[in-house]
């Protein structure tokens, strides 16, 4: 069953061509690797899927809604959630507090009931806490639970953000280079993290240069090239695929 | 019980904290007295100070909520502060409205009229935020002194407004205002804690820290910005219908332009987002000149003075505003602690998680 499809989707940035008319589909609880040189627009196509940039054109359907054009928090109540590649956590605000943003959006207590400290205000917010701890503890960060969330770890800073978007109860998790920074033994962590993730029944979908990486943890694989989606398939015909290794594999990126 | 983040305590550690604080609200209840004892001559005029300084901390508190919580600047409070002081005037001598009676409609009003002007500036970004409110505490001063709609007495004022009273007592002298003014004061931060400290005000915190990564967790950032605005220009207006009745003659030059730019004062000195810090703030700003009445216009030269080299050494304020305090429930806190101890880190679960930050 196809949880996410795009349909032609364009993105343009002044003369730019971002994303040129890309069509495809995930399905549901598969994890879906976006790979692909850098500027190819793998990040716009995400940033598109949960609403932080508008598409020009095309369509994108979630779970039987189309989401072209929908805010931000709007996507994120419908069951989309991701992580930034550059870290976006509140750094200031403690470890739990960040967990608790991701709770936001399925808590009810508007502006009365929190100015009035109601009983159903309080009950919520200690529901909310154990929620936001059982995240802490999905990720293994519970310990560090009132820590300011900027002093964490490089490698506990992206799972913080991890448990942030778990706490939104996503049905999708979009996760932008997760592994981006990390030494090999907190890849390998990374790696059991997001095969937890998915047996929690969310489909994954994720940007990531580290090829030892994401040729074991996905089961699919969407490769672009200059706004172009040049090729999809298993990582075994990706790896296969000549355009690809002539594209990408072949080619030593950064070089 | 309570699993909520920090309960009532607004003062520094635990139980020692509560009860100073306990012990200083006290000694404030009985200061008229303490001060009749001292000088029956000279009470009232300082009593008419704190009454003063206590509105300015009501105005203070509601902007904090706007600056310090929503972190949007906006310098045109006094408006608002206006619009609630007028409601009252026009309705209580108008159309005989008992001042109370009054005191919902001027929240209202101001309300209704900082959601209607929000609406569009909302999005704005710092600076651009601030030239538009300035010029919304601009066309309200204009529009009263133009005696909008033959109703405001345009730029004599008005006057005749009566004084507030609960159950037949009505309140003439400073010290029936200083009870009364002062308990808003109380309440006020108690109902602005409680914002502070849950999910609205979670919202807040959120968006002030990076706008882009709250609407990204959820948070519908336009909205909450907008009830912030909104809850504080109402609260802004009920402060007016305090004023009105306290000062039975109000007039536009009472809502100018430099007096938003006080209000934006006290809460920056204070602490931005710092309740403790607004108090404080209103004091040093509104009560400590009058010490210095002796030396007329040199004293607001020293006080600016005071300002600039308060904003170099100590950007964020006198009393910056702390961390959220959160418990955890049941065997969760067992397991991790539930208290906040101090900036150790906290003991970790056996084995599982990872080392501590250096």
């Not at chain 1, 207590?109 to 309080?122: A, W």
């Not at chain 2, 000088?39 to 300082?46: D, G």
């Not at chain 2, 959220?324 to 991790?336: A, N």
Request: charged residues 15%; proline residues 5%; hydrophobic residues 45%.
């Amino acid at each position: 069953m196809r949880i996410l499809s795009l349909n032609n989707v364009t993105k343009t940035f002044g003369g730019l061509v971002a994303v040129a008319g890309v069509s495809c589909g995930v399905d549901r609880g598969a994890v879906v690797g976006l790979i692909g040189p850098n500027g190819a627009g793998k990040t716009t196509v995400f940033n598109m899927i949960t609403g932080s940039t508008r598409p020009d054109d095309g369509h994108i359907f979630f779970a039987g809604h189309s989401i072209r054009g929908l805010r931000p928090h709007r996507i994120v109540a419908l069951g989309i959630a991701r992580t930034f590649q550059t870290i976006r956590l509140f750094p200031g605000l403690s470890v739990l507090e960040n967990v608790l943003s991701g709770c936001h959006c399925r808590m009810r207590s508007g502006l009365v009931s929190s100015l009035l400290r109601l009983p159903g205000q309080r009950r919520e917010e200690r529901l909310v806490i154990e929620r936001a701890m059982a995240e802490l503890e999905f990720v293994g960060l519970a310990g560090l639970w009132r820590s300011t969330a900027g002093s964490l770890a490089y490698g506990d800073q992206r799972r913080l953000e991890i448990a942030r978007a778990l706490a939104t109860e996503p049905r999708l998790l979009i996760l932008d280079e997760p592994a981006g920074g990390m030494n090999e033994q907190e890849t390998q962590e990374l790696a059991a993290l997001v095969g937890s993730i998915r047996d929690r029944d969310v489909t994954i979908m994720l940007i990531e240069h580290d090829m030892g990486f994401v040729m074991p943890v996905c089961d699919q694989l969407l490769v672009m090239e200059n706004g172009i989606l040049i090729a999809q398939g298993t990582p075994q015909e990706i790896q296969n695929n000549p355009k690809v290794v002539e594209a990408y594999l072949g080619l030593d990126e950064d070089a | 019980m309570t699993a909520g983040p920090g309960n009532g305590n607004g003062g520094g550690g635990g139980i020692w904290g509560t009860c100073l604080t306990g012990v200083g609200v006290l000694a404030f209840a009985f200061l008229p007295s303490i001060l009749f004892s001292l000088s029956r001559n000279s009470a009232p005029y300082w009593l008419d100070v704190l009454n003063t300084v206590g509105l300015y901390t009501i105005l203070a508190l509601s902007l904090n909520v706007i600056l310090g919580h929503a972190g949007m600047f906006h310098m045109g409070h006094a408006a608002f502060f206006a619009i609630g002081a007028y409601a009252t005037a026009i309705l209580n001598t108008s159309f005989g409205w008992s001042i109370m009676a009054t005191m919902p409609v001027a929240a209202l009003a101001a309300g209704l009229v900082a959601a209607v002007v929000a609406w569009p500036i909302i999005h704005l970004r710092g600076d651009y935020l601030l030239i538009v409110t300035i010029g919304i505490v601009e066309i309200v001063r204009i529009a009263i002194t133009n005696d909008i709609f033959g109703l405001t007495g345009g730029s004599n004022g008005m006057y005749g407004i009566s004084r507030p009273s609960f159950f037949g007592f009505t309140l003439i002298k400073p010290e029936h205002f200083f009870y009364f003014i002062w308990l808003t004061v109380g309440l006020t931060v108690l109902l602005f804690h409680w914002l502070e400290n849950s999910r609205f005000g979670r919202a807040l915190k959120f968006i002030k820290e990076d706008t882009v990564a709250a609407e990204s967790m959820g948070v519908n950032t336009t909205r909450y910005k907008l009830m912030a605005f909104v809850i504080g220009a109402a609260w802004a207006g009920l402060a007016g219908t305090i004023f009105a009745s306290r000062m039975k003659t109000i007039s536009p030059e009472s809502f100018t332009f430099s007096e938003s730019v006080l209000l934006f004062t006290i809460v920056i000195l204070g602490g931005k987002g710092s309740q403790r810090g607004v108090l404080l703030g209103s004091f040093l700003v509104m009560g400590l000149p009058e010490f210095f009445r002796g030396f007329q216009d040199k004293r607001i030269l020293v006080f600016g003075a005071a300002l600039v080299v308060m904003m170099i050494f100590r950007p964020q304020g006198l009393l910056p505003s702390k961390p959220s305090r959160y418990r955890l429930p049941g065997t969760l806190s067992e397991r991790y602690g539930g208290q906040e101890a101090g900036d150790k880190p906290p003991p970790l679960p056996g084995g599982d998680g990872p080392g501590p930050v250096a």
